[in-house]
């Protein structure tokens, strides 16, 4: 088969389950990872024959997307804020959204910051693309990064190899930071941060089935969802959490569902919080929040 007919046959095994563009798009991501070749190279080359091997990879790869699963995860790997990130199933793929996060904290502190003393912890981060993305753009900052998650923080490590940055890791449950056990027995609670960060749960568990199957059936639950029946429950414990660790003029971002615009003010609000801003997305949905402690 040529590489012409192999994306003939990709596109037309595909056209039941996505647009024509995607598709497109989705072969040369393929071409790119299990071939090693851009998409001009395939284009100048679309003679050249592929091999037995190359065509089982591909036909394992169309029988994945055609169960939904998310290309990332496929070929293992995204990008976020110009960098290279590698993903699977333990972690959240990273969305524009929480580059958009990424980009508001940035513009707030990129001048701000004077020495390695700049503290900035990110909750719950995954793949470790806000901390790591920070970190990168940020030098001169210390950043620590969270997640009860081990298998998350085992990829978070992966990626900050692959990003060449440092960045400090604590294994920990953030609902139990009141406690005295464990982590929050350390020293690390008595640490001060001038940023706070994070993106976490927020789907109730009784709201799965208003998710699409791409995600529902692939990305890890323990990122997406939250037990209880309060959809705020990480949002509350972690500006409480902040109130006590953050500095003077020291900040809390979130990221947010569209729909909790007006609640998160509020709760940011009867933490004490102040200066409180909440900010769209570019498709003009609320999308970020900050607060400052006083
Ligand atoms: C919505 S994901 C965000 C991941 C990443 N920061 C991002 O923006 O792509 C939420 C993260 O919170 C972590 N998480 C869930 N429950 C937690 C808990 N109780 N304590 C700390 N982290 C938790 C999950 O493992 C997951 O990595």
Not at 95 to 102: F, H, I, K, Q, S
Not at 157 to 186: M, P, R
Not at 268 to 289: A, S, T
Request: aromatic share 10%.
């Amino acid at each position: 088969m040529t590489l012409k007919s192999l994306k003939s046959y990709f596109e037309n095994s595909l056209l039941e389950r996505y647009p024509e563009t995607e598709i497109t798009s989705l072969f040369f991501m393929l071409t790119e990872k299990l071939l090693g070749k851009r998409r001009i190279d395939v284009v100048l080359e679309y003679n050249e024959i592929v091999s037995e091997i190359e065509i089982v990879k591909f036909k394992d790869s169309i029988e994945r997307l055609k169960n939904h699963e998310p290309i990332q995860y496929i070929i293992g790997e995204t990008e976020f804020y110009g960098l290279p990130f590698k993903v699977n199933a333990s972690v959240l793929i990273p969305r524009p959204e929480t580059e958009e996060l990424v980009s508001f904290i940035h513009q707030n502190i990129k001048n701000k910051i004077s020495n390695s003393e700049f503290r900035i912890i990110d909750i719950g981060t995954g793949s470790g693309c806000i901390a790591i993305s920070l970190a990168k753009n940020l030098p001169n900052a210390k950043v620590f990064a969270l997640d009860v998650s081990k298998e998350a923080l085992n990829v978070a490590q992966l990626n900050v190899e692959l990003n060449s940055v440092e960045v400090e890791f604590i294994n920990a449950n953030i609902l139990n930071w009141k406690q005295d056990t464990g982590i929050w027995n350390l020293e690390f609670v008595d640490l001060k941060f001038d940023i706070i960060v994070s993106n976490p749960p927020y789907v109730k568990v009784s709201e799965k089935s208003l998710l699409r199957p791409n995600v529902l059936d692939f990305e890890p639950h323990l990122a997406l969802f939250v037990e209880a029946e309060d959809p705020l429950v990480f949002y509350r414990n972690i500006s409480q959490f902040a109130y006590k660790t953050l500095r003077t003029k020291g900040q809390l971002f979130f990221e947010i569902n569209e729909y909790l615009g007006n609640k998160m003010v509020k709760l940011l609000n009867d933490e004490g919080f102040v200066d409180i801003e909440l900010k769209q997305d570019i498709f003009g949905k609320d999308r970020m929040i900050k607060g400052v402690k006083l």
